[in-house]
Structures are given as C-alpha cells and as structure tokens.
C-alpha cells in the first residue's frame, strides 16, 4: 500500500490561514509568554477549521466578548490524530493525539473546550476504550456557550429568519445541534427554523460521511433541505460545524439561500469582526489564480511564500475542489 501523503493534506493550511487571517498574528500559536500564564481554559479548534479561518475568528471574538480567559491552541501541532487513522495508520494516529492532550495536561486549565466535532469523536472514542488517556474534563464549546448565553452581550438585533442544519446522526452531535440552536435563540431578532438532519446524514457533512452517502443521495438530501428552509421564509441556512459549512457552501448559489456558521451570526450579534468570509468568495468563483491575486500581497508581507500559497490556492479553490478530502490525495 503506498504510504499516505501527509504533507500534501496538513501543508496547505497554514498558507492559507495566513492569507485569509484578519488578525495580524497567528492567533493558535500562542507565544511562549502566553504559554506561561495559567488559563481558565483551553480553545482546541483543531486543524481544519484553520482554512476557514473567518469562523474561528469569528468564535475567539465570541468567547473575548464574554470576558472568558482561555488560550487558543490549533492547527497541525494539535491535531487529534483522525487522518491518521482514517488512512490506515492507527498507531501513529494514537501518538499524535496523545502527544495532544500532553501538551494540554501542560497548561493545567480548567478544562479544554473543543470545536471540531471529529476531534470529539476520535477523543471520545479512543479515550472511552483506554486508547488514549486524559485528565482533564472537555466539552464542546457549544456546550459552554448554552450553559453561558446570559454573558454574552449582544448589541445588535438580527433582524433575519434562517434554518438551522443540525445532525441527528449520533447522541454527540444531537447535543451539539441543540446547544447551537439554544445559543442562537438568544440572539436579538433572530427567528430559527429547526431543520433536524437524521441519522442518513451522519454526524457531520464531511467528504467520507458524503461519500458513504453517495454524493447524488446527499445532494438529493441538501436540496430537501433547502427547499423546506425556502419554503419556511428562510434567507439563509447556518450550520453548527465548519465541516457542513465548508461541504455544503456551494448551495448558496445554486439554491439561492445564504450559508452561514452559527458562530459568524453570533460575532454579527456581536457586533465584532468584520470577519469576511473570503474562503466562502474563492471556493464559489473557482478560479485559483484570482484567489491567488487577492490573497498574495496579505499573506506575502506576512512571509509567506508564493509557491506554497499558489499550491493551496489550486488545492482548494479549484473546480471541483475538494481539499480535506483523504481519499483523493
């Protein structure tokens, strides 16, 4: 069996995330200072949510505005090691995500918060059969934010009515769903059309899951979905994962509604950012060598190189592209 590319999979991101970042720093990469200091909590937003970097912008901005003290760990450095094992090689992906929750161990918060709902499962799982082992309680910052919704404070009424997509596909993401949707009806002005997404899909709208489906079912299934979000007066539908967001961002063009992340209503609310969402622009134009041109004076100043951002630029804004994709690399 030829060994599986991993360069090819992880080196992209972080070129990416430096062109399309608002923030001047690499705000998952804490500094050794930062490191020091002890913090309420860890914010593990894993590696892939690195090339829609808007939403975890989006996400921090959150968590600022509630006056949390947490520090911001992602990225290939901190990956749970899924990759790994969806390729076949479990036993380096049981050393990557142990090596993980090490360095979580090291900082000694209260407790980790999670975003990727993969990361959670590959957690969940390996730590419930005693694969990996971890003393410290997480949850997913869904989660944290419906048990802390009265501390945000929103300043900006939303005047918009929008479907939530919410898997039902395991007790983990039916959670998550939930929390979203409760986190949400507290926005100001904001109506919500549940829009439940049963056990066909799944846990989450990742290439594997889709595939699994077969992509002319799954489309089928979207375009359901967004007919009833059409038909319930809806201009737009939200997801709770960055996975769905990613997958399914192509539908705003072809079914007319706008796709959102449940974090990016939430910093609107806010009032914070603007976090553009130039991921979303470049995958709907399909044209590397203009993403390419829009993103290169930004992340070259940040010294970047332009090799390895035309690459990512080809590698997920391509037509067709489907840059997370294991089973094509």
């Not at 003393?135 to 009265?150: C, G, K, M, T």
């Amino acid at each position: 069996m030829e060994k599986f590319n991993y360069n090819a999979y992880f080196s992209p991101i972080r070129p990416l995330a430096d062109a399309l970042r608002e923030s001047p720093e690499r705000f998952w990469e804490p500094t050794p200072e930062q490191l020091a200091q002890p913090h309420d909590y860890i914010l593990h937003l894993g590696c892939n949510v690195l090339r829609t970097t808007h939403l975890a912008e989006s996400l921090v901005a959150v968590l600022r505005a509630m006056g949390v003290d947490f520090i911001v760990l992602g990225g290939p450095a901190h990956c749970c090691g899924v990759v790994h094992h969806t390729v076949g090689d479990g036993d380096a992906g049981l050393k990557v995500g142990q090596n993980t929750l090490k360095r979580f161990e090291r900082l000694r918060p209260k407790a980790v918060l999670t975003y990727c709902p993969t990361c959670n499962v590959v957690f969940d799982d390996k730590l419930a059969s005693g694969a990996l082992t971890f003393d410290l309680p997480y949850q997913h910052v869904s989660q944290f934010l419906a048990e802390n919704r009265e501390r945000i404070p929103f300043t900006k009424p939303l005047r918009r009515r929008v479907g939530l997509h919410m898997h039902q596909g395991t007790d983990r993401a039916r959670a998550d769903s939930a929390n979203a949707l409760s986190v949400l009806r507290a926005v100001p002005g904001l109506e919500l059309v549940e829009l439940p997404a049963d056990g066909e899909w799944g846990y989450v709208c990742s290439p594997n899951v889709v595939a699994g489906v077969g992509e002319d079912r799954h489309h089928a299934m979207v375009a359901a979905m967004a007919e009833t979000a059409k038909g319930f007066g809806c201009d737009g539908i939200v997801t709770v994962y960055h996975t769905c967001y990613r997958e399914l961002l192509h539908g705003e063009r072809e079914f007319g509604l706008e796709w959102l992340n449940y974090t990016e209503l939430l910093a609107q609310a806010l009032e914070a950012g603007p976090f553009p969402p130039r991921y979303k622009e470049f995958a709907l134009s399909a044209d590397p060598q203009a993403a390419y041109d829009a993103m290169a004076e930004r992340a070259l100043d940040r010294g970047g190189d332009p090799e390895r951002l035309r690459h990512a630029a080809d590698m997920h804004f391509r037509p067709g592209a489907a840059p997370v994709d294991v089973t094509k690399l």
